[in-house]
């Protein structure tokens, strides 16, 4: 189906999308950091997206998410007005957020949910419009109409495969801390359930945390009383399932003033994360490439909001508390140690070599061959 045929569709939806929008939010302006066009959404023939984040600025979101997202839109609708992107940390503003871009007649969302559960009744709202909604990263509740992620059973036995490895031969018996996310985000429990499946048994699991918000000061403080319940010098290694937590482990140790610090884990491969890779202080990192993530959502974006069918562009399909068979791609990860940065992070063009070596690592990275 070309643009023209699927802009037919879009028009078809209008009279909906406008009552839904009236009694939801009229005149409700974007709150949070909000950026796009101030064209009318239909002005020049094109697709009017909606893209939402659970954060901006340094995070993983703003950083890599955000310009790929928007590079690959442009891409495959370069006649289209700028996308209206907004990115917040707060669940009660993302729901502001998605409502005034129902009331801007938006003509499809790509939402990466801060808090899925209290999203639901937007996404619902979202639907009653006929707006279609791709969910990215993490798993929104509701009748979404796709699903783009990375694999997070994959991820958590890459942590927990890396972590076993780490502690050698004699794991067996040896005692961890699981530093699981946040139990409002669905995928915190898949990269959970991927560690055990490759943990239970293996090691004893002294301590394990759900991080309230993935906040990092709540790490510290559930990591601090690890320390204090189990003695430092029984954790044996750390299974932390993202970089934030990751680095949150490390400032506790070194607030015990712990050294060595035992084996830990990580995910995203955030910038400060690799660089603590090189130091010594984590031993490994999930790299999840996301150019492969931005790409299949804007073609999924721009499939739903042009009326077409997603089946050819998807790998299968997810369930929600709400709704079956969702079209998914769940992509592949790659395990991140200090032998291969060069391989991954670097030759895919994430960061430089003078972005992670520093003055401070310049040695480090000597001993690691990245320099």
Excluded at 3 to 18: D, E, F, P, Q, Y
Excluded at 63 to 71: G, I, S, T
Excluded at 213 to 232: C, D, H, K, Q, S
């Amino acid at each position: 189906m070309g643009l023209g045929a699927g802009l037919r569709a879009v028009k078809r939806r209008s009279l909906t999308r406008a009552s839904v929008a009236v009694a939801v939010a009229a005149g409700l302006a974007l709150v949070g950091a909000c950026g796009g066009s101030d064209e009318d959404d239909e002005g020049d023939g094109g697709l009017a997206v909606g893209v939402l984040l659970p954060g901006g600025g340094a995070s993983r979101f703003g950083q890599f998410d955000k310009p790929l997202l928007l590079q690959q839109l442009k891409r495959l609708c370069p006649d289209c007005p700028a996308p209206t992107v907004a990115a917040t940390s707060d669940p009660a503003v993302q729901r502001q957020q998605i409502e005034s871009m129902i009331t801007r007649q938006v003509d499809v969302l790509i939402l990466a949910a801060v808090d899925p559960q209290l999203l639901r009744p937007s996404v619902e709202a979202a639907h009653r419009a006929d707006i279609p909604v791709v969910a990215y990263d993490r798993l929104a509740q509701g009748p979404i109409s796709g699903y783009v992620t990375f694999d997070g059973a994959t991820v958590g036995r890459l942590q927990g495969e890396a972590l076993l490895k780490a502690m050698g031969a004699g794991a067996r018996g040896e005692q961890i801390v699981m530093m699981n996310g946040a139990t409002t985000d669905p995928n915190a429990g898949w990269f959970k359930r991927g560690a055990l499946s490759v943990l239970a048994g293996r090691t004893e699991i002294g301590k394990s945390y759900d991080t309230v918000g993935w906040r990092p000061e709540n790490a510290f403080v559930n990591m601090t009383n690890a320390i204090a319940a189990l003695g430092a010098d029984d954790i044996d290694g750390v299974l932390a399932a993202n970089d934030s937590l990751a680095g949150a482990v490390v400032a506790a140790f070194n607030a015990a003033e712990v050294s060595p610090l035992p084996p830990i884990t990580g995910q995203d491969a955030d910038l400060a994360g690799v660089r603590r890779i090189v130091r010594g202080d984590q031993y490994m990192t999930v790299y999840k490439p996301f150019e492969p993530a931005a790409a299949a959502a804007a073609k999924m974006a721009v499939a739903l909001g042009r009326g077409e069918s997603v089946d050819s562009l998807t790998s299968g399909t997810v369930d929600n508390a709400t709704t079956e068979d969702i079209p998914a791609v769940l992509l592949p990860s790659v395990p991140v140690t200090v032998g291969n940065i060069k391989d991954t992070v670097v030759k895919d063009g994430m960061y430089t070599i003078d972005q992670i070596c520093t003055p401070e690592l310049r040695s480090a990275c000597d001993k690691a061959g990245l320099t």
